[in-house]
């Protein structure tokens, strides 16, 4: 398998915190290319009272992206989907076809405040699961109530929920703490999926060379292998992935 995929990024000009505008768009394009990223799940933030952008003009903006990096010579597979902001009625409005699934999968990429208590969490991603939905728990190691406990995310990991870790918390730029805590979930083979999380083409760009060979060289190439290409092809291709591997 060629190259690299990030399932979590705010790549989308205009729709959310991320690029703001389509120059920095394409810039943010650019630099994953050359971080060796061929496949990206494209995730605007999908929150309540928000203006959201609409899985049509999702799927709209993604053709006229795929056809501007075809013009430049980056054959790069786009696909549509959300970091879903969870609330009570999340299961229904993914049902009624209102918010985008990762890549149009059973995945679901989820997030909660970063002071949400562990409970809130813990329900509402097994809320997800019997809805019929896999939740990815985005960026696990910024929730407090679980980056303080091993044991909770252990929890969590036992209950079948994917995790995804940012590459930047991997390599340090948001405090020893908090690499320490990414690390550790890498070091036990609790996280599921890295991902860029970006946001823009400087601070938080769509940069993953340095965090591949980081895992590649402290946990081992097959490791890396399957957080960066294996985990995500299944998503794409809506295949089981087991969570206790």
Same mark, same amino acid.
């Given at each position: 398998?060629?190259?690299?995929?990030?399932?979590?990024?705010?790549? +989308?000009?205009?729709? !959310?915190?991320?690029? $703001?505008?389509?120059?920095m768009?394409?810039?943010? *394009?650019? %630099?994953?290319?050359?971080?060796?990223?061929? &496949?990206?799940i494209?995730?605007?933030?999908?929150?309540?009272?928000?203006?959201n %952008?609409?899985?049509?003009?999702?799927?709209?903006g993604? @053709?006229?992206?795929?056809?501007?990096?075809? !013009?430049?010579?980056?054959?790069m597979?786009?696909?549509?989907?959300?970091?879903?902001?969870?609330?009570?009625?999340?299961?229904e409005?993914?049902?009624?076809?209102? %918010?985008?699934t990762?890549? #149009?999968?059973?995945?679901?990429?989820?997030? *909660?405040?970063?002071? !949400? #208590? *562990?409970n809130?969490i813990r329900n509402?991603?097994? $809320?997800?699961? @019997?809805?019929?939905?896999?939740?990815?728990? @985005?960026?696990?190691?910024?929730?407090?109530?679980?980056?303080?406990?091993?044991?909770?995310?252990?929890?969590?990991?036992?209950?079948?929920?994917?995790?995804?870790?940012?590459? /930047?918390?991997i390599?340090?730029?948001n #405090?020893?703490?908090?690499?320490h805590f @990414?690390?550790?979930?890498?070091k036990?083979?609790?996280?599921?999926?890295?991902?860029? /999380?970006?946001? /823009?083409?400087?601070?938080?760009?769509?940069?993953?060379?340095?965090c591949?060979?980081?895992?590649?060289?402290?946990?081992?190439? /097959?490791?890396?292998?399957?957080? +960066?290409?294996?985990?995500p092809? &299944?998503?794409i291709?809506d295949?089981?992935? !087991?969570?206790?591997?």
């Amino acid at each position: 398998m060629q190259g690299y995929t990030d399932i979590h990024c705010h790549l +989308f000009p205009c729709v !959310d915190d991320g690029a $703001r505008s389509r120059e920095m768009s394409m810039e943010m *394009f650019r %630099i994953a290319w050359e971080n060796g990223i061929r &496949r990206m799940i494209l995730t605007p933030h999908n929150k309540p009272e928000r203006r959201n %952008i609409s899985k049509m003009s999702l799927e709209k903006g993604l @053709a006229e992206l795929r056809q501007a990096l075809g !013009d430049l010579g980056m054959d790069m597979e786009l696909y549509a989907g959300s970091e879903i902001y969870y609330r009570s009625d999340v299961a229904e409005l993914l049902e009624q076809g209102d %918010i985008p699934t990762m890549a #149009g999968s059973s995945y679901v990429l989820v997030e *909660f405040s970063p002071m !949400d #208590g *562990f409970n809130h969490i813990r329900n509402g991603i097994y $809320r997800l699961q @019997a809805a019929g939905y896999q939740p990815v728990l @985005a960026h696990a190691e910024r929730y407090r109530c679980v980056s303080s406990s091993m044991e909770k995310a252990g929890e969590l990991y036992g209950m079948g929920c994917y995790i995804q870790v940012n590459a /930047d918390s991997i390599m340090g730029a948001n #405090g020893w703490q908090v690499r320490h805590f @990414a690390r550790m979930l890498l070091k036990k083979r609790m996280a599921h999926f890295v991902a860029t /999380d970006a946001h /823009d083409d400087m601070r938080r760009a769509p940069c993953l060379v340095n965090c591949v060979k980081y895992i590649g060289r402290h946990f081992g190439e /097959d490791y890396m292998a399957q957080l +960066f290409q294996v985990n995500p092809s &299944r998503i794409i291709a809506d295949e089981y992935i !087991d969570a206790m591997v």
